[in-house]
């Protein structure tokens, strides 16, 4: 893939790769099992901000080594905190206001894989704590490693689940399963993932990589716009009444229709 000139490729243990109509961002620190720190979080959002203006279709979420992610930098939850962002001790003697705001910023870091046009896929492996758990469900689709283990840690800290990871969780496996993993704190592994219908397949984790390479080819090999267009209307239907829905559906095929009518006139001149 080639790396793209307006962000560093790699940054605060992300690194960001475009090839076409496709962009991959890898959680690149192995060492500490991709624990996520507020950098690496400003870091997705820019990189998620930047595939949304430029056009692509397809963004790749992946991690390097045995884990997608360990959820929270421990240090966060140190007086000392991580040097230059401070923890969350020190967080909480600031006002109400305050610290909202500081949390949106970090949701922003992970609501940019659910709100973007682009479609975003998850390539889970190992370990997805908490934060981790999180980021795999704000995008739209997951593949897991056949050794994928899966839990929402934060009850066990005295805490909630507040990097938008509650929604997804709800909508998808229902009130009760959901109160179940969150309260629990339990693990859920990768084949109830995919019988919950949070992850589309199981693969081995030797294949998971090329699985996601093949997807993503997929999608971004169609009609341009047509993913783009396909999560806008899927996403709506969420939210829209039968009737909003159904107009919306005209509107956007009658979008795809002058695009198809356009590469035909191209093709043809």
């Given at each position: 893939m080639a790396v793209m000139d307006e962000l560093?490729?790699?940054?605060?243990?992300?690194?960001?790769?475009?090839?076409?109509?496709?962009?991959?961002?890898?959680l690149c620190s192995p060492d500490n099992r991709n624990a996520q720190t507020p950098a690496l979080w400003r870091r997705l959002a820019q990189a998620g901000e930047f595939a949304a203006e430029t056009g692509i279709d397809v963004v790749l979420l992946a991690a390097e080594?045995?884990?997608?992610?360990?959820?929270?930098?421990?240090?966060?939850?140190?007086?000392e905190g991580i040097p230059g962002e401070g923890?969350?001790?020190?967080?909480?003697?600031?006002?109400?206001?305050?610290?909202?705001?500081?949390?949106?910023?970090?949701?922003?870091?992970?609501?940019?894989?659910?709100?973007?046009?682009?479609?975003?896929?998850a390539l889970v492996q190992g370990h997805a704590v908490g934060a981790g758990f999180q980021?795999?469900?704000a995008c739209d689709l997951i593949l897991c490693a056949d050794d994928a283990q899966?839990?929402?840690?934060?009850?066990?800290?005295?805490?909630?689940?507040?990097?938008?990871?509650?929604?997804?969780?709800?909508?998808?496996?229902?009130?009760?399963?959901?109160?179940?993993?969150?309260?629990?704190?339990r693990w859920v592994v990768a084949e109830e993932v995919r019988n919950l219908g949070l992850a589309v397949d199981v693969r081995p984790v030797a294949e998971l990589a090329a699985a996601g390479d093949e997807l993503a080819a997929g999608l971004a090999g169609a009609v341009p716009g047509t993913a783009r267009d396909m999560k806008s209307l899927l996403r709506a239907a969420e939210i829209r009444s039968p009737r909003e829905q159904r107009d919306m559906e005209r509107l956007t095929q009658i979008r795809r229709l002058r695009t198809l009518a356009e590469l035909a006139a191209a093709a043809g001149s």
């Amino acid at each position: 893939m080639a790396v793209m000139d307006e962000l560093p490729q790699i940054a605060d243990g992300v690194r960001v790769e475009t090839s076409d109509r496709v962009m991959r961002i890898t959680l690149c620190s192995p060492d500490n099992r991709n624990a996520q720190t507020p950098a690496l979080w400003r870091r997705l959002a820019q990189a998620g901000e930047f595939a949304a203006e430029t056009g692509i279709d397809v963004v790749l979420l992946a991690a390097e080594g045995p884990s997608f992610s360990a959820g929270l930098d421990r240090r966060m939850f140190t007086p000392e905190g991580i040097p230059g962002e401070g923890s969350l001790v020190e967080l909480t003697a600031a006002p109400d206001a305050e610290i909202d705001a500081v949390i949106a910023q970090y949701q922003h870091g992970f609501s940019v894989f659910t709100d973007g046009p682009f479609v975003s896929i998850a390539l889970v492996q190992g370990h997805a704590v908490g934060a981790g758990f999180q980021l795999a469900l704000a995008c739209d689709l997951i593949l897991c490693a056949d050794d994928a283990q899966f839990s929402m840690r934060e009850a066990s800290y005295g805490l909630v689940p507040d990097l938008t990871g509650t929604s997804r969780l709800t909508r998808t496996v229902g009130y009760q399963r959901a109160m179940d993993i969150c309260l629990t704190t339990r693990w859920v592994v990768a084949e109830e993932v995919r019988n919950l219908g949070l992850a589309v397949d199981v693969r081995p984790v030797a294949e998971l990589a090329a699985a996601g390479d093949e997807l993503a080819a997929g999608l971004a090999g169609a009609v341009p716009g047509t993913a783009r267009d396909m999560k806008s209307l899927l996403r709506a239907a969420e939210i829209r009444s039968p009737r909003e829905q159904r107009d919306m559906e005209r509107l956007t095929q009658i979008r795809r229709l002058r695009t198809l009518a356009e590469l035909a006139a191209a093709a043809g001149s």
